[in-house]
Structures are given as structure tokens and as C-alpha cells.
């Protein structure tokens, strides 16, 4: 085994279609995942994110389009040929071999020999931070150890693409912290170009270099994490990704005009006919005085929620509209907050006063 | 102190009073299980040592012994047994995988098929596959129809008929663990493979078969032992000429009266199948044999 890092491949789709009767799983799906990168491909359950998955593995054969690893077709190849490593949603350990059978299973088919089998096994052990448990029974590990050895098993055989799907979602939530960290890491320290599938937003921001949003078989945006949170595609991907409240928006000549109140935004807005503005409730201030050069509503509270590191206050405008406000509790802050039925200035800094498409396209 | 003793006498009574509910209900199970099974067995064991004059006598163990014919009926009783488990491999494991692979629809259709004979009772069964595979029978006539074979073949009296019974009333009791071992084999065992670089044939034969395999353990082992025993089938296919242990058991008290030979026979074949079980056991967990455990 050489030490250097296996070249990894980016990956082509295009035009992928996969139909079960009526309902299209996949809808003429393009991509481009580049060499190296770490895309993940978050939706809701029953959007194609795992059909997709399972297309770019093999199990699942699309309709038509084209599927290209490096430069090789392989949209007909079977699954074994293709080469590329996967982690699945229950590990999929093999009940029937200890610890280092399962990891050197796919070195065993490759007929490496049994010595440096051996090495290489306790090489990806020793990568997911598990030398020496080679000899264990599958079912002596616990719920995170499962999950390191099928990843040990799909990197072993150093594949230039690794496939993930869903691999944390059977963790608890500290234990789903840490690995999303590790696996990140290994990420970078092993370089394979990686997909990986998640309806957990907060994994896909977490550990992405790019985010791929797919809803009813097609990629609703694609993007980084960052670009995805404050300038979103659509009406879908703002729903999906944060928890936000939207304000309908209308035109008035040059003007967009929502909840009475005319906006200063920094960006323009886009073409539709049909607009709406997106409120992140982190980003709504609760002032006081001078507002400065911010959006300002005039809300009434009605609701008012402590939620330990945070608060979260629901205020409705004279328009019946509701908004939901976000704030960081420190001490001061909470003393002073206002109780419903008291009035409250929200401002919005243009910056964050993002006005998008009110599709779900 | 007073808080912790609370109620604890009264609770502990409870837990006693609903264990011996429990065990009210098992009771008429054991009361029959004691009257049928322990009381005859101990019965068969203590005519066994009864010789022709009516005392105490090991006469008929020596008589097993001694005779040569005693032995052949044993290694016959074997040998069908094991034919009989190995056919019923053969034919059912394959079938079981067919299922298992089907939608679940499917595959309960074709089970109620499988299990649709033990609707009819054994004894017709029998006599159909005496009428089917006879010298007339529709067997040979459409053999010699169609012009596979030109004169009738004997097909029954004789091994292949007492085989093509026994394997027939046997094949569900090997397909149902086959089949239930099968289906519980999770399919992303079989994805995981391939993904690693299994070709089709060695995913079968490194991942599904060995997870398959306690199933194949219980259905055969639970063959074996029902033919071991096996009379009305090959008494009637193998029209005297093939011989095993059961039908040794009944010609001695049909025709010779002898109850002490009678039993002790029924004592070694009782004998060798608890030792066959024991040895099984050795290798598989008997309660899969009753599709439970894992």
C-alpha cells in the first residue's frame, strides 16, 4: 500500500431519470461533483436523495442519462465493478465475520494476501480510531463503533469516491456531533471525492464544501453551505434550510413593499413575478431608539419562549402577519425583554433583508 | 425504614400469585405431555427388557445384536433418511432462495402452494403417488407418450418410490426454516457486498449462504429426524423391499407378537435420534428449528 493519497475523481451526472410508475424519483438530474469535494445531498424523505445515491452505487437503474467517474462511463457497470466505497444507513456489518473479516472483506476479493491484509486492516482500524479491535464480534460494538468499522471497510480498499448515506442518523445527538467532526477530518486527510446523503440540515452545513438541496427527484440549488443559508433559490430551500417566516412582497413601481413597509436591501430582486421576503429569527433585532438605516416593523408580542441559551419571541404585525425573533439570552437581555401584548420595534439591516423568488422551483 | 418496606410484602406476593397464574396455564399442556410422552416411553423401555417368557431378560437387545438383518434395517433406516434430507436440500433450498427474493405478495402465494399438501392427509398423498408412478400409472404413460422411455419403468416397490414420497412429504419441512432463515438475511448484507467488489456468485456464497445456513441446519436436521421414524410413506412406496426401523417395529407385533422386540427397536431408534439431535446440536441452536432465536 503507498502512502500517497489515492487520486481521487469527480463525478458527472447528467440528464438522470428515474420514474416508478407515475412518480419521478429522478427528474433529468445534472451534477457535477468535483474532484475531491465533499457534496452532500440533503431533502426531505421520498425527494431522490437516496435514489441518487443509489444510482451513482449501482443498485438502482435510472431510466436514462449519463453517469461519468473520471472520465469512464459507467452508468451500465455493475455495482461491483464500480469501485467506489459506501457506508449504509444500518452499517450493513456482516453478522457472520468479526471485525477484521468485515474490513478485509473487500481486500480479500481483491486477492491481496493474507500479511498485508492484515497490515491494511489494522491501517483503516487504526484511521477510525479503532486498532486492535480487529477481533471483536460485529455484534460486541456499540452504535459509533459499528459506524467507524463500515467506514474503515469502505475506505480499505482505497475507492477514489465514497458514498455515504445517512451514516449518522442511528447515533445519539452528542456522539452524531463528534463524528460529523471526525468525519470531516478524514475527509481531508484521505482527499476521496465524497457524497453524502442527509435530510439534517445542520449536518449538511456542518461538514459540506458544497450542498446539493433535492426535493421531488430534482437539485433544487446547489451550493455552499454559506451562499445556501443567506441567499437561497427559492421559497423551498429557504423553508428547508433555517427556520424562517416569510413575508409576501409587492411591487410598487421600483419599490417592494412588505408588511406597509418599504425595503432598502443591498441585493436586487429576482425576476418573478411573485416575491417574498425571507426573515432568519436570528437576524430580526429587537430596538430600541435609533434604528439607524435597518428595516423597521412594528410588531406586538405574542409569545414569548425561553429555551434555555435562547429565546424565541412571536410577534404579529398590524397585518395579522406573524415573524419569530431569535435572540441570544444573556442576563440583561432577558430582564428586559417585553411581555406579550407589549409593542416592540424590529429592524432588519438591509444586508439580511433577502427577498426571493415565492417558488417552490 | 418504614418507607422503603412499604407495600413490599403485599408487591412481592403479587409477583408470586401471577407466577403461578402462569404456570396454571401450562398445566393441562404438561398434564398431557406427562400422560402421552413420559409414562409411554417409560412403558416402551420397561417391556423392552420383558423376554418371551415373561421375566426380566436382555434377550431382545442381543437379538439386535446377533442377527445381521437388524443392522441392514438400521443403516437402511440411515441411509433413506439421509438420501431423503440431501434430495430435500437440493430441491428446497433453492426454492426457499426463489422466495425469499420475491416480493413479500408473492412469496406468501407461493408458500400457501408449499404448504397446501399438509391440507390433504398423508395417506392420500401416498396413494396418489402409487397411482401416478405405477406400471399404467400416468407417469410412465406419458413417458412413453412423449417417447423419453419406451417400456414402463418400475417407479414404485422399490428405492425411488419410497424416495420420491418421502421427499415430497418432507420437502415444506425443510423449506419453511430455509425460507423464514432467508428472509430475516437483511438485503443490504447482499448491497454491501457487491459495493465492496463481489460479483453476484461470490456475495451468494461469502455473505448470503453462510447467514442462510442455521435455517438449512434446523430444516434438515428436522427431516432427518421425521423420516428416521417415517412408516405410512415407505411402507407403502417401497412395497416391502426397502425396509426401515418403523416397519421392522410393526411386523414384530403384527406378525410375530413379540412386544419385547417390538420395544426394544423402538428404544434404539429413540436412542439414535436423541443422539443425532445431541450431535446436531453441537452446531445449530435447536430453537431455530422452531424459527425462533437468532
Known sequence: MSDRKPEALPITLRNITKTYGEIHALDDVSLDVRSGEFLTLLGPSGSGKTTLLMVLAGFTRPDRGSLKFGEHEVIRKPPHLRDVGMTFQNYALFPHMNVAGNVGYPLKLRGVSRAERAERVERALETVQLAGFGARGVDQLSGGQKQRVALARSIVFEPRILLMDEPLSALDKKLRDRMQIELRHLHEQLGMTTVYVTHDQREALTMSDRIAVVNNGRIMQLATPQELYEQPANKFVADFIGDSTFLPVSRAGDRLVAGGVTLKTTRPAPQSARLTLMLRPERIRLMEGETGDANVFHATVSELVYQGESFLLYARLADGSELVVRGAIRDETFRSLPAPGATVTLGITPADTVVIADEDR | ?294
Open chain 2, 1 to 294: 425504614m418504614t418507607v422503603t418496606d412499604l407495600n413490599a410484602s403485599g408487591l412481592r406476593r403479587d409477583d408470586r400469585i401471577e407466577r403461578w397464574r402462569l404456570f396454571g396455564l401450562a398445566s393441562p399442556a404438561l398434564l398431557i405431555v406427562l400422560v402421552i410422552l413420559v409414562i409411554p416411553v417409560g412403558w416402551l423401555f420397561y417391556v423392552s427388557f420383558i423376554g418371551a417368557d415373561g421375566t426380566f431378560s436382555l434377550e431382545n437387545y442381543e437379538r439386535m445384536i446377533k442377527r445381521r438383518s437388524y443392522a441392514r434395517i438400521f443403516q437402511t433406516t440411515f441411509e433413506v433418511s439421509l438420501i431423503t434430507t440431501g434430495l430435500c436440500i437440493l430441491i428446497g433450498y433453492p426454492l426457499a432462495y426463489f422466495m425469499s427474493q420475491l416480493p413479500l405478495k408473492w412469496a406468501n402465494l407461493c408458500l400457501i402452494t408449499v404448504l397446501l399438501p399438509f391440507w390433504t392427509s398423508l395417506l392420500v398423498r401416498t396413494y396418489a403417488w402409487l397411482v401416478l408412478l405405477q406400471r399404467q400409472g400416468l407417469v410412465n404413460d406419458w413417458g412413453i407418450s412423449l417417447g423419453l422411455w419406451e417400456e414402463p419403468i418400475k417407479m414404485v416397490h422399490n428405492l425411488t418410490g419410497t424416495l420420491i414420497g418421502m421427499v415430497h412429504i418432507m420437502l415444506p419441512f425443510l423449506i419453511l426454516p430455509v425460507y423464514g432463515a432467508m428472509r430475516a438475511i437483511d438485503r443490504d448484507y447482499m448491497k454491501a457486498a457487491s459495493n465492496l467488489g463481489a460479483s453476484p456468485a461470490r456475495a451468494f456464497w461469502t455473505v448470503f449462504f453462510p447467514l442462510s445456513t442455521p435455517g438449512l441446519f434446523a430444516g434438515a436436521l428436522m427431516v432427518f429426524i421425521l423420516c428416521l421414524g417415517f412408516f405410512v410413506t415407505p411402507a407403502v412406496l417401497g412395497g416391502g423391499k426397502v425396509i426401515l426401523v418403523s416397519m421392522q417395529i410393526v411386523s414384530n407385533i403384527e406378525l410375530f407378537v413379540n412386544w419385547g422386540a417390538a420395544s426394544a427397536l423402538g428404544v434404539v431408534l429413540l436412542m439414535l435420534t436423541v443422539g443425532a439431535l445431541w450431535i446436531a446440536s453441537r452446531f445449530v441452536r435447536l430453537e431455530q428449528m422452531t424459527g425462533g432465536g437468532h
